[in-house]
């Protein structure tokens, strides 16, 4: 069993910064891609940017330029770095990871919890 958990939410006024960060502990042999989701009220969650075990990364058209997702040296860990924040990137922010699992019985698709981003304007 995996488990993600993130931190650095909160409140920032437009134009600010934020990091986000997300680790993953459990049962791991390895993990493939991590990445950030976003969601509001009524609407879907919607992709923010992933990166691979390999360095690749794909992001969200509103997230190019502004954001910057990378990976810890242990693989295990994610980070977002949110610049020029705007007002329209208030959202709960989820970490999410294809992780092969410990026993190697297979590749598993985990969340987490989930954290408050809120920009001022």
């Known amino acids: 069993q995996g488990q993600l958990v993130e931190s650095g939410g909160g409140l920032v006024q437009a134009g600010g910064s934020l990091r986000l960060s997300c680790v993953a502990s459990g049962s791991i042999f390895s993990i493939n891609a991590m990445g950030w989701y976003r969601q509001v009220p009524g609407k879907q969650r919607e992709l923010v940017a992933t990166?691979?075990?390999?360095?690749?990364?794909i992001y969200a058209e509103s997230a190019k330029g502004r954001f910057t997702i990378s990976r810890g040296k242990d693989k295990n860990t994610v980070y977002l770095q949110m610049n020029s924040l705007k007002p329209e990137d208030t959202a709960v922010y989820y970490c999410?990871?294809?992780?092969?699992?410990?026993?190697?019985?297979?590749?598993?698709?985990?969340w987490g919890q989930g954290t408050q981003v809120t920009v001022s304007s």
């Open positions: 990166i691979t075990s390999g360095g690749n990364t």
């Open positions: 999410n990871a294809h992780i092969v699992s410990g026993a190697l019985t297979g590749v598993f698709n985990y």
